[in-house]
């Protein structure tokens, strides 16, 4: 093995490896949603969903805003 095992998980040659990860990818969970009845602190928008649980008093930002804002 060019690695050294850890713990107790299993070991799968390279063949079988490649198929659990390319079964994996295939179905991903989807995303827990949040019901919420806000307004966006950057431009107003009514938003109704979020893709996490809000913390009370935090501005909230729509995908737009938050994008355009995420690296000032």
Known sequence: L???PSGDRPVFCQD???AN???R???RPQK???DVDVKCAG???HITQLPFEPK???DIFCRECYLKNKDN
């Open 2 to 4: 060019p690695f050294q």
């Open 16 to 18: 079988c490896n490649r």
């Open 21 to 23: 990860r390319d079964q």
């Open 25 to 27: 990818d295939g179905v």
């Open 32 to 34: 827990r949603m949040f």
């Open 43 to 45: 431009c107003g928008t």
């Open 56 to 58: 009370a008093g935090s």
